[in-house]
């Protein structure tokens, strides 16, 4: 029978591949085909070890694989922050020093549930396949591993660990793990990352335009200010607004109006003759991201938006064939 070989890049397959090939193999029965590839002949043999365990009693002999197959089937904070991490490009050690696990199970585990390494350059497919519908209409509650992805790809290491650090310093036993939980007034976050999350959590066309608008406004005011004070006031209303909106947003509720405004989306022309505009969004968007995420990284802040991935739908482009994206 033909041996199966996998694509070396399929924009169309999900980064379980390698596992959703093994156990279709398996289910296959005594006619499956064989597969070329090293970490699916490894998960077939698993998966049978599994089966057999049930009447022999023996665990499978592949403790690395066991032990990331259980951080794939628990779900949860720690598998969401390792496939996290994993599309930031953290090397495994660097991975097993943040969430407390052996570096060779992190290896098992990208090279058999979370296959991203090899195409870690194509934006476009990361954006369909890993963080979702979200980055377009903005992120639901449940949401939260296709967040962390998002920061992850965008900001890269440094702030994907604060925002990990301010959720787990939030989190209560028990407590589900959502978005608006961890944008409540007493989650204790520092409000700069509360801000870079509500900003993901705001759909980026329709009635929160305005909600763009109205903190591009306070943001500019914030640059133009001479007096630090006045300055840190203006951020932090801008951060307090977007965090309120989307609080609003998430619980089916109509979108507050920041005090004092009572202008609609095309009332104020700027330095520059440029229209605030609120279908215009995807640069209001780029500002509150980057101002969100320069205070909260200091120094160590991107200098150029194209570091991070576009919220806004963009034109339909190729990968190509070396696996590099849109």
Request: charged share 25%; net charge negative.
């Amino acid at each position: 029978m033909t041996a199966l070989t996998l694509d070396d890049f399929d924009p169309f397959a999900l980064p379980t591949r390698k596992w959703d090939l093994a156990n279709e193999i398996v289910d296959d029965g005594p006619q499956r085909p064989d597969c070329d590839d090293p970490a699916v002949q490894a998960a077939v043999v698993f998966l049978e070890q599994i089966q057999a365990e049930k009447v022999t009693g023996l665990p499978p002999e592949d403790s690395l694989l066991g032990a990331a197959h259980r951080i794939y089937q628990d779900g949860g904070a720690l598998r969401w922050e390792i496939e996290a991490r994993l599309v930031a490009g953290e090397s495994d050690q660097q991975i097993a020093v943040r969430c407390d696990v052996p570096p060779d199970v992190i290896g098992r585990y990208e090279g058999t549930f979370f296959n991203v390494r090899y195409c870690l350059k194509a934006w476009g497919y990361l954006l369909n396949q890993v963080v979702g519908e979200g980055v377009h209409r903005g992120f639901e509650d449940d949401e939260v591993s296709n967040l962390w992805a998002w920061i992850a790809l965008g900001g890269g290491p440094l702030v994907l660990d604060a925002v990990v650090q301010a959720f787990r310093a939030a989190m209560k036993p028990g407590e589900p793990l959502t978005l608006s939980t961890f944008l409540r007034a007493d989650a204790g976050i520092d409000p700069r990352i509360q801000a870079l999350v509500a900003s993901a959590v705001l759909p980026p066309y329709g009635p929160s335009g305005i909600v763009w608008v109205e903190t591009r406004r306070l943001l500019l005011d914030a640059d133009a200010a001479i007096d630090e004070d006045r300055r840190a006031l203006l951020l932090e209303r801008a951060q307090k607004h977007v965090v309120h909106c989307a609080l609003a947003v998430l619980a089916l509720k109509p979108l507050p109006r920041l005090k004092g405004s009572s202008r609609g989306p095309k009332e104020r022309t700027p330095a520059g003759g440029k229209v605030d505009d609120a279908k215009g969004c995807g640069t209001t968007v780029k500002d509150v991201l980057l101002h969100t995420i320069s205070s909260a990284m200091g120094d160590n802040t991107p200098t150029n938006y194209d570091n991070l991935p576009h919220p806004v739908p963009r034109s339909p482009g190729a990968i190509a064939e070396d696996g590099t994206g849109i």
